[in-house]
Every structure is written in structure tokens, then in C-alpha cells.
């Protein structure tokens, strides 16, 4: 009998730890916060309409931002990185933003955000930060018929290929 309090005071114990080591890499990991804005600068109608990405550092390690973009609806395999005048690459520390200010024309197509699954700031590591324009429903489809054309995309973007170039 003395040997199940004993087995039961370990089963708890390690649960707790198990929890507490969990809560505490949540907290640790990287995060940011992307807030996606359109705005006329001058006031009229006549003056081009800017679109601005605000990057905020949430975690409590230190991101740096290297690319802007968007990616389309139903077109999975392709997304547009935003060269417009920013000042990317940039380091941000815990709570520090960034603001990425550009022309909407210099960036679109069509001057439309409607054919937009989302906008992403990706780090340096390779990990993606959204904000979702598209409805929820339109974005779900859009990364399923990203798994369904592209299957084995992420087993292959693991893998790194140097040019011996």
C-alpha cells in the first residue's frame, strides 16, 4: 500500500513539472504581433492610398524581421515579398515594432486587398507571423488546397541545398 502513495506522489509531482516546463517555453518562445492598416496620407482622394505592416515583438526572445509580403487566394504555391522602401532586416528586442510603410499600387496588381489570404513577416529562422485579411473560411481553404497540390512541402523546405557554385 505504501508503494502506491509513493508511486501516486510521483505521478503528480511529474505532471506538475511536466506543466510548469511547458507554461514556462510559451512564455520563453518568440512572438510577434502583426496589425495590417490602409490609410490616404494627404487627405484628398487624389493622393495614392499607403498600406502599413506593424511588426510588435511579443516574446521575450529577440526576432529579426527579414522579409514582408502577402500571399493570394487559391494560389497556394505563390506569394509576393514587399520590396518597398522599409528597413528590413531589423533586430527587435522584447516589445520593440518596426512599421513597414508602402505605396498599395507599388504593390498590387490590381489595387485590390480582396484576392489577399494574409499578409507575414518572417524571421530569420524561417518561422511566418500573419494577419489574416480574407475571411477564417477562405484562408482554411486556402491552406488546404496548399496541402492537397503540395503534399510533401513540409517535409522538403527542412531540407537545405547548398550551390557548390
Not at 9 to 33: E, F, M, N
Request: aromatic share 10%; hydrophobic share 35%; charged share 20%.
Amino acid at each position: 500500500m505504501k508503494n502506491i502513495y509513493i508511486s501516486l506522489a510521483a505521478v503528480i509531482i511529474s505532471a506538475i513539472s511536466l506543466t510548469v516546463s511547458w507554461l514556462s517555453y510559451r512564455r520563453d518562445r518568440p512572438d510577434a504581433i502583426i496589425v495590417f492598416k490602409t490609410a490616404l496620407i494627404g487627405g484628398s482622394k487624389n493622393d495614392e492610398s499607403y498600406t502599413s505592416i506593424n511588426i510588435t515583438n511579443t516574446g521575450r526572445r529577440q526576432l529579426t524581421i527579414s522579409t514582408t509580403g502577402y500571399r493570394s487566394l487559391w494560389n497556394p504555391n505563390r506569394s509576393t515579398i514587399i520590396t518597398a522602401p522599409s528597413p528590413l532586416p531589423k533586430k527587435l528586442t522584447e516589445g520593440d515594432a518596426i512599421v513597414c510603410l508602402f505605396k498599395k499600387s507599388d504593390v498590387l496588381e490590381d489595387g485590390s486587398w480582396k484576392k489577399v489570404a494574409y499578409v507575414f513577416a518572417s524571421d530569420s529562422a524561417g518561422r511566418e507571423y500573419r494577419c489574416r485579411i480574407a475571411p477564417f473560411y477562405k484562408v482554411w481553404g486556402f491552406e488546404l488546397l496548399g496541402k492537397i497540390v503540395n503534399p510533401f512541402h513540409h517535409i522538403t523546405s527542412h531540407f537545405k541545398h547548398k550551390n557548390n557554385d
